[in-house]
């Protein structure tokens, strides 16, 4: 089983749709999780850490579940410009080379 | 700046030149990292630096990929003898620490002719 496993896409949805993706973990140790967006041939940018007890940002919520080990990222009200990849990041196993491991992200395509 | 800075933002060379990577982290971050990613591919991890020291390098996809980090600071990314497949958007990240948010710098497209 792969460390971090993301729905690769696309989703296709109309504007003001709610959309939500999950990831999932596979090392039930893990601490910290993270949202990042990535635009086409653009850097990754942090969307938003994701709260034990849920957060949310505006049209934005995640959510942790740890007892199945996945996190999840709802889109209230999609906009055009939220068109973009979506990536988890989860705290990698201490064996690992790198504290955190990036899912290879979800592609939204938001359509008029 | 406030910023991940990487240079250059574009390199083409040719295969078998040797190129060299500079990623200036946010200012008091501690932690650095380099990741490669290809043309609609995910992220593919390289190497991190807590400090100036490099707990695991074998992330690394060859012996020609050398990293080194100094001061706690600036880090470069050395490709010696460079092949066509080493063609990827090269992304350096910084963070206060393990398991605290990356942030991604702007990257190097390198192009090998």
């Known amino acids: 089983r792969k460390e971090v496993e993301q729905d690769p896409g696309p989703f296709n949805v109309p504007e003001g749709a709610t959309v939500a993706f999950n990831c999932t973990y596979s090392?039930?140790?893990?601490?910290?999780f993270f949202w990042y967006r990535q635009d086409c041939r653009k850097e990754p940018k942090l969307l938003m850490s994701v709260y034990s007890s849920g957060n949310e940002d505006g049209r934005f919520t995640a959510q942790l579940n740890r007892a199945s080990q996945y996190i999840s990222l709802l889109i209230r009200d999609s906009k055009l410009s939220d068109s973009a990849t979506y990536l988890c990041?989860?705290?990698?196993?201490?064996?690992?080379?790198?504290?955190?491991?990036f899912g290879k992200g979800t592609r939204l395509s938001v359509i008029a | 700046g406030a910023g991940v800075s990487q240079s250059p933002s574009n390199k083409v060379t040719e295969k078998g030149k040797d190129v060299e990577l500079r990623c200036d982290p946010i200012s008091g971050h501690t932690a650095l990292y380099w990741y490669r990613q290809r043309l609609g591919q995910g992220l593919e991890f390289l190497i991190y630096?807590?400090?100036?020291?490099?707990?695991?390098k074998s992330g690394l996809p060859s012996d020609r990929f050398s990293a080194e980090r100094t001061g706690e600071s600036v880090s470069t990314l050395t490709i010696q003898r460079t092949q066509q497949e080493d063609s990827a958007v090269y992304l350096c990240a910084s963070s206060f620490g393990d398991n605290q948010p990356q942030h991604f710098g702007d990257g190097t497209r390198l192009s090998i002719l």
């Open positions: 090392n039930s140790a893990s601490q910290s």
């Open positions: 990041a989860v705290t990698a196993p201490p064996s690992g080379n790198t504290p955190l491991v």
């Open positions: 630096f807590q400090g100036n020291s490099a707990p695991d």
